[in-house]
């Protein structure tokens, strides 16, 4: 039985990688809708700067105009959450063939799994919250959701920022750059930006909840009683999954997952309560569009500014390679599949979880040789630095 929980541990773990990829698919699709949408509002917005109408009739053409902006908004969120739906479908099905030919495989037995309907499946999924809120109703139009009430606040977000911006007299270029960004801050600092990240976050966390319902589903289908809560080992891992790591739950008392946005944990069944095998780690906070960031700079410094506006784009990319291959060997891993976040913690470096825990509670960990969960409350956060004085101020 030991055998049979190592190879699924391996397996699904494998499995969680192939949907991160997926996820990621469909961020950029689902950013991809989103610069279109963009540019339309930006070449509508153009339309009624360059009007001479007088101020008056430009006012009343800006009020309609707005009016279509929160239009093509939620034709993007509708669209965004009917994507959203159609994949439940599938993430279901790929969920119960896999179970089904690895049990198949590793039992020898068929496995009988009976698949719901996307009505079924989407009653379910509307039925569970996320942060306790439902992620999306079957409308959304309907308040109250998490995708609902992202589609009304990027509205009222941009509405407010054109209105101002007209009644403050700015020309089309800085009415512009205030939705879209400048472009010396590579457009950071426009609250299309916020909106992108809002988009990016909503979309992976909504596709992360239907993949766990789909596997909850199959997971109740086969019986087992027991699920084992597995967080990522790294150092973006927020505290309450990196708290509830290793944690075996009986399966209706499990906590939901998606844990928070952005949430990356899962659940694997357990048989007999005990997993062999390994699993992989990597020893840094960054994620891997500021690696990649830190990669070219590193490569850069290694020869020099000078050197470095000479190289051709071949032997940039060589250098940059190059020092990605060095971090990797020296932050990528594998640890035992029984090890918890917090074992796995404990035996990084300090400069590691002084960068995961910020200076003055990395001090307060190290002088009292504090454990990692002795660090987060109840509710999955981290103690306060004044909580922490309060609570070990003995300790030394």
């Known amino acids: 039985m030991a055998t049979l929980n190592q190879n699924y541990f391996d397996e699904y773990v494998k499995r969680q990688l192939m949907f991160e990829q997926l996820s990621s698919s469909q961020v950029r699709d689902a950013l991809k809708r989103l610069r279109a949408v963009e540019s339309n509002i930006i070449n509508r917005l153009s339309n009624v700067y360059s009007s001479e109408f007088p ?114 007299g700015d020309d089309l270029g800085t009415a512009i750059r205030n939705v879209r960004g400048t472009r010396s801050l590579n457009f950071r600092d426009g609250i299309f930006r916020t909106t992108q990240r809002n988009v990016e976050a909503v979309v992976r966390t909504g596709f992360r909840h239907l ?69 992989s780690y990597i ?42 291959s060095r971090w990797a060997r020296q932050n990528i891993g594998t640890a035992p599949a029984q090890t918890t976040y917090a074992q796995w913690f404990k035996g990084q470096s300090d400069n590691f979880k002084r960068n995961y825990l910020g200076t003055q509670r990395f001090d307060l960990y190290q002088q009292n040789r504090l454990g990692y969960n002795q660090l987060i409350n109840r509710q999955g956060s981290f103690f306060t630095i004044g909580e922490l004085n309060q609570r070990y101020r003995n300790l030394n």
Request: proline content about 3%; aromatic content about 10%.
């Open 211 to 279: 993949q766990q319902q789909a596997q909850d589903i199959v997971v109740n289908e086969l019986g087992a009683t027991h699920v084992r809560y597995t967080a990522v080992l790294d150092g973006r891992t927020t505290t309450i999954c990196g708290q509830r790591d290793g944690n075996i739950y009986p399966f209706a008392e499990r906590p939901l997952i998606p844990a928070h946005f952005n949430c990356r944990s899962t659940y694997i069944s357990v048989f007999n309560q005990m997993i062999i095998g390994d699993r």
């Open 283 to 324: 020893s840094d906070t960054r994620n891997r569009r500021r690696r990649e960031i830190d990669f070219r700079a590193d490569a850069r410094d290694s020869v020099g500014n000078a050197q470095w506006r000479q190289l051709s784009v071949r032997r940039r990319n060589e250098l940059i390679s190059r020092e990605r």
């Open 55 to 168: 101020s008056r009739r430009r006012i009343r053409i800006l009020e309609n105009e707005l009016d279509q902006f929160s239009s093509i908004y939620q034709r993007y969120f509708s669209g965004l959450q009917s994507s959203i739906e159609n994949d439940l479908g599938g993430l279901a099905r790929s969920e119960f063939e896999f179970h089904k030919d690895f049990f198949n495989e590793n039992l020898g037995v068929p496995v009988s799994l009976n698949l719901p309907s996307k009505e079924q499946l989407l009653t379910i999924a509307t039925g569970n919250p996320v942060e306790g809120r439902p992620f999306f109703y079957r409308r959304v139009t309907d308040g109250g959701s998490w995708l609902s009430d992202l589609s009304i606040s990027e509205q009222e977000r941009f509405k407010t920022n054109v209105v101002q911006s007209f009644v403050n």
